[in-house]
């Protein structure tokens, strides 16, 4: 692959650049090429509907959505200037700022992608021993600990945190009581198959893909664990958002055209119909398009309408890139210690959260911006999230490293 | 540096790619499918680099198994793409694994294989004196608390209070931290 910097002027590849000449003091965007990473999943919908429904022209920029194969192929490409922005896990900007993991890069989340749509699943061989809920799940473990193994999709990504915090709920350590793998999510409900995993978390269609294919079935959607959590973010190097700050904004505005057009339910339909394509998540759309338009079944019976279900827009309040949504994965770093000390809680998500180009972007276009730079979140079982004393939230779990 | 595990699916390309490493004198310890990777065949390989391709999506997998594991944190060759050295330098200099083309041949993978390695070393040096100075700051936060409990609680002055610490940690062969934590810890189990 070529892993070209176009920041650099003297960069040979920096045929996209062109454009910036002549436009210092205007609002026009530095490029027009924008190219943005994304992984085949459903709530990768807004990058590839901001290009096929051509948000992005409005705008004076042309998105070019570029397939991943991992989330560490998506983090190499945005820190070497490979791929400009990127649909990423929340958790994960945070960790590559923080360096967790080796590699260091000062990082910027634009806004956020969406809420909710992601799942937590058993594999089938644990129906067979009773097992279809999280009590039933603590009882099993508490019998046999170390004996079974989770997945998620990275280690500080969104998915390892909705299991962490899903298995501690019912009394269960992630960190001693089971194994935890990490899974590429396209591969999820094969492993489970093979009975070398006990249960994964990972973003839809790939619950829904496991109980068609009867592999796995749900215990929990990510919305049971928080209600409208954040998920998806689009992510960027700090030092794209200092060098192209116009490309920037028009990307953001792109991006919420696409996220109201998406959350317009009459559109939804024709959303799941375009993201299936080979090019894109590769997945039938009757897979996608369930639990997309809120129709959840479990696969052991039940099947019920999910008010919550994938979230794009919801007024403007999904993408706004609230403080609290990001300080509160700094909290669970430090509580399962891949943070060992407290760091700067609302600091570091003032240097990540973009929140003024945001306003900027969403004011041009009419979107609705929250009054409160934090906002107040109730998960499951334990005391509410505001943001104000995050120090004090990251020690109140009793399950933790 | 001469140690190298292949991980592909491709059962032809990691054939080609083996005899042209055992070409330039390279020792390939192992060609791994990427469903057998795991903690136990990572560290069962002891290779001191770890080629992979760009596509595949096991490369999470590979990550986390390093992330867990500081002894099993490798340097990694990314194949996959054009040849192109300038890219191959911006990532290295980013930090970033190796991006370099599958068609590449044995003696010039060999000179990245060097470059790769050597850049991996000098990261995980700068990682590692980072963590050491955030670990010495830590400890000077704990022992100054400790410090101020036994001003307080006992009346000593600071001198006083530092040499106390300093000789029960000689005699006891204990860190200061160590000593500065127990007293923190006595202090709150008293319930102040």
Redesign the interface.
Known sequence: MICVSSYSPSSPNAIMADSAKGNIGSDAPELRGVKVGFIPLTDCASVIIASVMKFDEKYGIKIIPVKQPSWSAVRDKIVCGELHAAHMLYGMVYGVHLGIGGLQKDMAVLMTINNNGQGISLARHLEDKGVCDGSALARLIKAQPGEYTFAHTYPTGTHAMWLYYWLAHYGINPLSDISTITVPPTQMAANARVASMDGFCVGEPWNARGILKKTSFSVASSQDIWPDHPEKVLGCSAEFVRQYPNTARALVMAMLDAAKYIDSRANRAKVAEIISDKSYVDAPVDVIAGRFLGSYQDGLGKEWHDPNHIKFFNDGKVPFPYLSDGMWFLTQFKRWGLLKEDPDYLEIAHQINQIELYKQAASGINVPVPDNEMRRSVLMGDAPWDGSDPKQYAASFKVRA | MKRILIIDDLVDRAAWLKASLELAEYDVVGVLAWELV?EYSIQAASADVIIVD???????????I???STTL?KPVV?L???K?S???Q??MR????A?VAHTIQGEDLSGIIQVAAARFAE?KRL?DELKEA?NQL?ERKLVDQAKAILMVDHGYSEADAYKRMRSMAMSRSKRMAEIADAIILAKELSGA
């Open positions: 795991n760009a596509n595949a999506p096991g490369r999470d997998t590979l990550e986390q390093s992330l867990m944190e990314v996959g793409g054009q192109d300038h890219s191959i911006v990532a980013a930090g970033v694994s991006y990261h990682r955030r830590v």
